[in-house]
């Protein structure tokens, strides 16, 4: 049995918006028990402002985060690539489990409208974790009043 953690990675276009909030909410969630990556097909060059704004309200530090080129390696090092509108610029590993997420583009939207893209992402990622990693407690939700 593997006692290595599953590796998840989160893939959009420009690695500045919903991939690094599924990436910041699982490492909050699952910590250790689980690897999270985030990258871009074309990837800019900072987390968008509005993004970063809500989730450091929110407790998350996205002091650290910088957008980086999506790679075939951290694909096929992972276990699972989550596609959150990178289409077909995401390059496909044979054996890796592949999930699409449609979820809106937060990049230039008001707060609310952030808020919103983080409150759909925050039940995928939680439902995700629960999957990879059964036993784990999850804490409460970043959303949760």
């Not at 893939?11 to 250790?32: D, F, M, P, W």
């Not at 999930?99 to 995928?124: N, Y």
């Amino acid at each position: 049995m593997s006692t290595t953690p599953p590796q998840v990675v989160f893939a959009c276009r420009k690695n500045g918006g919903r991939s690094v909030i599924a990436r910041l909410l699982t490492q909050h969630y699952a910590g250790e028990a689980v690897t999270a990556l985030s990258a871009g097909t074309e990837p800019g060059d900072r987390i968008h402002p509005e993004v970063a704004r809500v989730l450091e309200e929110l407790g998350l530090d996205t002091s650290g985060e910088r957008p980086k080129v999506l790679t075939r390696e951290a694909i096929a090092a992972s276990d699972v690539a989550v596609t959150l509108g990178c289409g077909e610029e995401c390059p496909y590993v044979p054996g890796v489990r592949y999930v699409d997420w449609p979820v809106d583009d937060p990049k230039g939207q008001d707060d609310d409208t952030v808020r919103r893209v983080v409150a759909d992402l925050d039940h995928r990622v939680r439902a995700l974790v629960v999957e990879l990693v059964p036993d784990l407690a999850l804490p409460a939700s970043v959303l949760a009043p």
